[in-house]
């Protein structure tokens, strides 16, 4: 099986057609159930589309269980449920049939109003929550830019999730760690648990508030500018 995030976390990298039809291929000839995490698909910004895995072939011949749910976009993750589509009968069949043995089928109405209330009535909300995140971004990345050069930001235009490259500070893990967390103090998740290539990053949320965004960037800058002038 193979595990592939659409879009990717961390970066909030949207992955084009010619990417996914690759992935497809190959995993077709080596007889590889590709399992699709799309639980940030919904928060794509303007100017990127995202391409469900399943659109890309026939239902016969789809061997790709796209997994999403509401839980991200519409901030609704203590009621669960996910939604799953796979187009291949019988590989859906053997999905619903595992999950049937494990007990973790069942649903229940809190979860399906959820979910229906989510995507037949939140259309304006959901507009404007995307146009606020996309001004987030803007901020951060002009604010970064212009104060921290010697940070620079991987996002590819979906998610509230940015990755900053510190690469250039030159720190150990550790000492970038202590920087963000307790020198800048807007508390970070490491790259470095992401796995091989994450170290030198920090993944950022951008989705909240701008007041707390403002807060977080101006003890950043001040933080950077200390420990250069050092």
Known sequence: MFLFP???NPGGMVWSRETLEKIS???????????SDEVHSDLTLPGKQHLPFFTLDDAAGSQSIVLTSVSKTFNTAAIQGEIAIIKNDELRHRFYHFLDNCYLAETHSLQQVTIY????HCGDWHRELLAYLADNVTFV??????????ISIVYGGASYLLFLNAEKMALSETQLSDFFVHEA?????PGSQYGSGGEGHMRLNVGCPRALLVE????????YQKRLNA
């Open 117 to 120: 209330s989510a995507y037949t």
């Open 216 to 223: 977080a960037m101006n003890r950043l800058k001040a933080a």
């Open 185 to 189: 103090r807007p508390g970070l998740s």
């Open 25 to 35: 291929h190959y995993c077709q000839q080596a007889g590889v159930i590709i399992l």
């Open 6 to 8: 659409s879009p990717h």
């Open 141 to 150: 990345r002009n604010e970064i830019e212009i104060h921290c050069p010697l």
